[in-house]
């Protein structure tokens, strides 16, 4: 079992930063990716970006060229530094481990709000 705590969620004007961290507590495999969704009301969660073990990224294309995904593989934790901040970048932000998918490992965090005001 696989238990994710995400943290440094919070309100910022359009153009500002933040930084979203995930702890992961349990087994976390080299095989597993990590990354981070986002859900705006009414809308379906979609991919903000994920990293595996090894540092390959892989990011929505909203987000690309302003947020950054890293990895600590020794601590178990993925952060997203996330800059010039959009009000469409509003929404609650889950942190995600999934494996293999034979292993049928997907974990989901309990979500951090980011709000961006214009």
């Known amino acids: 079992q696989v238990h994710l705590v995400e943290s440094g969620g919070g309100l910022v004007q359009a153009g500002g930063s933040l930084r979203l961290s995930c702890a992961a507590s349990?087994?976390?495999?080299?095989?597993?990716?990590m990354g981070w969704y986002r859900q705006a009301p009414g809308n379906q969660r979609e991919l903000v970006a994920d990293?595996?073990?090894?540092?390959?990224?892989n990011y929505g294309d909203s987000v690309k060229d302003r947020f950054t995904i890293s990895r600590d593989n020794a601590k178990n934790t993925v952060y997203l530094q996330m800059n010039s901040l959009k009000p469409e970048d509003t929404g609650v932000y889950y942190c995600?481990?999934?494996?293999?998918?034979?292993?049928?490992?997907?974990?989901w965090g309990q979500g951090t709000q980011v709000t961006v005001s214009s």
């Open positions: 995600n481990v999934k494996g293999l998918p034979w292993t049928r490992r997907n974990y």
């Open positions: 990293i595996t073990s090894g540092g390959s990224t």
């Open positions: 349990g087994s976390i495999f080299a095989s597993d990716v």
